[in-house]
């Protein structure tokens, strides 16, 4: 049974970095393309990231240029990388396979941007 394990959220000041990591228990990675999701209360869960097998990207509007998304195939591990946090990057984060699984979801990691 796959494990997802999202880690590295904190309370981060606007304009601030924080690194996400999301270890899979699995060798899901090889397999599947893999994507950062955020939600906030009383909103849809979104995709911010994603990365394919062949290395290639994409990412939603609102992160674009700030969030990068990188894996580690041999460690099972896929990252983002987030700058230039605004306070509406405020979630909890999440990983997940594309299109995610609902058995998948793990306890996310959340990412507060405040001053």
């Known amino acids: 049974q796959v494990q997802l394990v999202e880690s590295g959220g904190g309370l981060v000041q606007p304009g601030g970095s924080l690194r996400l990591s999301c270890a899979a228990s699995?060798?899901?990675?090889?397999?599947?393309?893999m994507g950062w999701y955020r939600q906030t209360p009383g909103k849809q869960r979104e995709l911010v990231a994603s990365?394919?097998?062949?290395?290639?990207?994409n990412y939603a509007d609102s992160v674009k240029g700030r969030f990068t998304i990188s894996r580690d195939n041999a460690k099972n591990t896929v990252y983002l990388q987030m700058d230039s946090l605004k306070p509406e990057d405020t979630a909890v984060y999440y990983c997940?396979?594309?299109?995610?699984?609902?058995?998948?979801w793990g306890q996310g990691t959340q990412v507060t941007v405040s001053s």
């Open positions: 990365i394919f097998s062949d290395g290639s990207t």
């Open positions: 997940n396979i594309l299109p995610p699984r609902g058995n998948y």
């Open positions: 699995g060798s899901i990675f090889r397999i599947y393309a």
